[in-house]
Every structure is written in C-alpha cells, then in structure tokens.
C-alpha cells in the first residue's frame, strides 16, 4: 500500500512567489489498484507524483510504502521499484540506442553492473516476444536505433521497457497526452492489458476524461491540492464523462476562468 500522509508542499517558501501546493494531504492507494487521476493545471497532479518518485522534497508529512516511512530514500533508489512513463515519448529512452541496448537497460535497472557486458544478446528472444506483443511489428526491429521511431511507437517501447522488472507501482504521467488520439487509444489499451497481466499497482495523471473514466477501478480528481472527488468499484463503474466534466467546470467557474 501506498500512502501520503499528512503531506505539505510549499514551494519557494519565504519569498514573494511562495506557493502552498499541499497543506496536510493524504491519500492511499492500495496494492493492486489502477487509479486514474485527473484534474486541472495546478491542482497538484503532477507534483503529487514526484513526491511518490522522490524527485521534489516536502515541507512536512511521510511517504510510506508497504509501512515503510521512505521519506529520506533518494530518487534514485525509489526507481529500483517504481516505473515511470513519461508525457514526452523522448523521455525515458536513448534515442542514440538501439531498441536492443535500450531494453537491455532496461532488463538491468536495480543490478550491479561490474565490468561485465551491459547487453546479454542470449536475451534477444525475450525481447522480440516482448515487442510482439505489442503488434506493432517492432519485434524485427532490434537493430533500430530508438529515435527513428514514431512517437507511439517509442512510448510504446518505453511502456514496455518500465515494466520489465518487479515494480511496486507504475506511475503514468499523462503518457498519452503528445500522442495523436488513434495511437493514444492504442497506447491506453496496451497500457491497461499490461496491467492486468502483470498485476500491477499503477497511478495515471491524464487530462483525458475518458480515459479516467473507462480505464481503472478507482477516479480521483484534484483541485487546489484537495481530492474532490474519490469513486472506486461500482461508483467508479456509474460515473461517465459527463458526470466529471460537470464537476470540472463547475470548479472552474467558481475559480473565474
């Protein structure tokens, strides 16, 4: 289980840009859980999640995982467990890399890596089933170099690529926001058929309500670093787009836009 608890955020404290994102925030995701959050710029989406990573500090408050205050766990030991998918289809990849050498990376992420051969080309099969399971006919395209590939191609690669090793959580940081709606759609599904599969406990931030709403078993939405709304199992099922945008704009007309 994850949880946030107690969580204040400011950001430049003591000058005249001072901005209070969390004030005593929590939340708790447990194991297994596919939570979609949605919510407008600024309502404390994506900060949230680089709490969760380590990548931004707090002013108060724990993050604890499975009971473990990891509060003082740098970001870079948090990623041995956490994947992350980035909005940019360029981060989280070498596009000077072969799709070999960026999945053999990725096969590595948590291991000691000596003076031994950072690519195991015994893994090759592996990785082309791996692609092939995407149908996205990537599988004989090892030799590729990862920036010659489309967009969703390459966020393609990449999802695949953050969940190759054990993970506590997947985080998806409007993964499918660069991506033209046909391959944003064939991301999602991709997106949620790994999931399922690898049993996954996953966070996605998206500006898509649809999205929010069709994928996932429980819809949080954020404002002003607050939840707002919480719907899980048949709630969650009940709700429909219409039913979050009405909410969505009735707090942007309360907040004047």
Do not use: W
């Not at 993964?175 to 999602?188: E, F, G, N, V």
């Not at 599904?189 to 500006?207: F, N, P, Q, S, Y």
């Not at 919480?230 to 969650?236: T, Y």
């Amino acid at each position: 289980m994850l949880e946030l608890k107690h969580i204040t955020k400011i950001y430049n404290p003591g000058t005249v840009t001072e901005t209070c994102v969390f004030n005593d925030f929590n939340l708790a995701v447990d194991n297994g859980s596919f939570v979609s959050v949605v919510g407008s710029n600024g309502s404390g989406k994506t900060s949230m999640l680089n709490i969760i990573c380590g990548n931004i500090p707090i002013s108060q408050g724990k993050v604890v995982i499975n009971g473990v205050n990891i509060n003082s766990q740098k970001d870079f030991r948090r990623y041995r467990t956490i994947g992350r998918v980035y909005q940019d289809p360029a981060m989280g990849t070498c596009p000077d890399l072969t799709i070999l050498e960026n999945m053999s990376l990725a096969d590595n992420k948590g291991k000691r890596f000596g003076l031994s051969r950072g690519i195991n080309r015994r893994r090759a099969p592996f990785y082309k089933e791996q692609l092939a399971a995407l149908n996205l006919g990537l599988e004989d395209k090892l030799s590729v170099k990862m920036g010659s590939l489309s967009g969703g191609q390459r966020q393609a690669v990449a999802l695949l690529m953050a969940t190759m090793t054990s993970l506590d959580f997947l985080i998806l940081d409007e993964h499918t926001a660069a991506l033209d709606p046909k391959t944003a759609d064939t991301i999602m599904g991709l997106t949620d058929k790994i999931i399922r599969e690898k049993k996954l406990t996953a966070i996605m931030v998206t500006h898509n309500l649809r999205y929010a709403v069709e994928y996932g078993d429980r819809l949080i939405m954020m404002d002003k670093g607050q939840v707002v709304i919480d719907k899980s199992g048949e709630e969650k099922k009940a709700l429909t787009v219409d039913d979050v945008l009405h909410v969505f704009n009735t707090i942007s007309i309360e907040c004047g836009n």
